[in-house]
T-cell receptor, first 112, second 113 residues
């Protein structure tokens, strides 16, 4: 079974721009969660989607948004990028909401 | 919201010895506690998890114990090997899952040959 894939793997953007990251979950998994990982704050939960519906959201500003498609693939969008948004963005999928999550390799976003 | 504290931040053990990493949580509604291993350049990998109705779970050299009353859980790795070197994260499902997973800050485990 193929693992969780994320594209692109690396991205460099300028302050004020917006970015869209993509995640393809493991086949059959309907739950997709997104996390931000930084050296200072560690791993922080962004949001979870299950069957195309956002089920919960972490403590992030409205500039961070996401969606899930009918095939369970998910995208997250960050608008009006700030330097502090530089991080590794991880996507995780599971068949049972937040339990038994499999992570992708992440997208390394650098904001200059 | 949930607060998960993890100790120690760095742990160095001799190959073949045991390693123990401890976490405490604050949210009584949390009922699922996974442990993840992250190697350099990779995403976290689930290595073991435990639900609040279980006190201990074991998988070969890895075990997790949970004390619901004290709100702490621990990861035990026995007979450590060089490939166990990595960063380990504990987590709890805040609000029983309603608020996502809250992670500890991580423990850098170093296995000395």
């Amino acid at each position: 079974k193929a693992g969780v894939t994320q594209t692109p793997r690396y991205l460099i953007k300028t302050r004020g721009q917006q970015v869209t990251l993509s995640c393809s979950p493991i086949s059959g998994h309907r739950s997709v969660s997104w996390y931000q990982q930084t050296p200072g704050q560690g791993l922080q939960f962004l949001f979870e989607y299950f069957s195309e519906t956002q089920r919960n959201k972490g403590n992030f500003p409205g500039r961070f948004s996401g969606r899930q498609f009918s095939n369970s693939r998910s995208e997250m969008n960050v608008s009006t990028l700030e330097l502090g948004d530089s991080a590794l963005y991880l996507c995780a999928s599971s068949s049972s909401r937040l339990e038994g999550q499999y992570f992708g390799p992440g997208t390394r976003l650098t904001v200059t | 919201g949930e607060n998960v504290e993890q100790h120690p931040s760095t742990l160095s053990v001799q190959e073949g010895d045991s390693a123990v990493i401890k976490c405490t949580y604050s949210d009584s509604a949390s009922n699922y506690f996974p442990w993840y291993k992250q190697e350099l350049g990779k995403g976290p990998q689930l290595i073991i998890d435990i639900r609040s109705n279980v006190g201990e779970k074991k998988d070969q050299r890895i075990a997790v114990t949970l004390n619901k009353t004290a709100k702490h859980f621990s990861l035990h790795i026995t007979e450590t090997q060089p490939e166990d070197s990595a960063v380990y994260f504990c987590a709890g499902n805040s609000g029983g899952g309603a608020d996502g997973l809250t992670f500890g800050k991580g423990t850098h485990l170093i296995i000395q040959p």
